[in-house]
């Protein structure tokens, strides 16, 4: 299985846009949406910026075998009176492909394109097994050097990458 992580040209943010359909629709069960008149759960309203902010965030599809399988948005964040960190902001691998290390090794491809840097990712508290997979592949990479909170609606793991 060739699993690759590529950077989303602004040519193809259509199928980006596409692929955020299913994204959607496995986050319906934990958001409660429900779908538009026009058939759709709507679109995302960043999507643009990754073309925009070109210094802060990075669209990325997950293609395995030359298939999209999938999607990963990051952003860089810099607050004042905080170190900088990365975000993944989004992370989507289709049913299709999960549970077959997948997810896992884009994940880890993620964390070392920005090594050495600060990561901060979080999950919707009601999406247990995205919490599940988080805190595994965070825990295998960084070698349980990481720390793990809950805020309202969400639960953070922050390590260096």
Sequence with gaps: MDIQLIEVPKEKKSILSC???FYFYDF???K?????????FGIY?????YWI???????????VDR????????RYIEQRYRQPYYSIAEFFVMKKYRRLGVGRKVA??????HKGCHWEVSQ???????????LRVIDAYTDGTFTDRYEPGRRIQEFLG
């Design 67 to 74: 298939k999209y399988a999938g999607f990963a948005l990051v």
């Design 32 to 40: 409660g949406s429900d779908v538009l008149a026009n058939g759709m």
């Design 45 to 49: 309203p960043y999507l643009e910026d």
């Design 53 to 63: 902010d070109v210094v802060h965030r990075f669209p990325y599809f997950i293609m």
């Design 108 to 113: 880890t491809a993620l964390f070392v394109r």
């Design 19 to 21: 692929l955020m359909q």
């Design 28 to 30: 319906s069960g934990y």
């Design 124 to 134: 919707d508290e009601k999406n247990g097994p995205s919490q599940l997979f988080w």
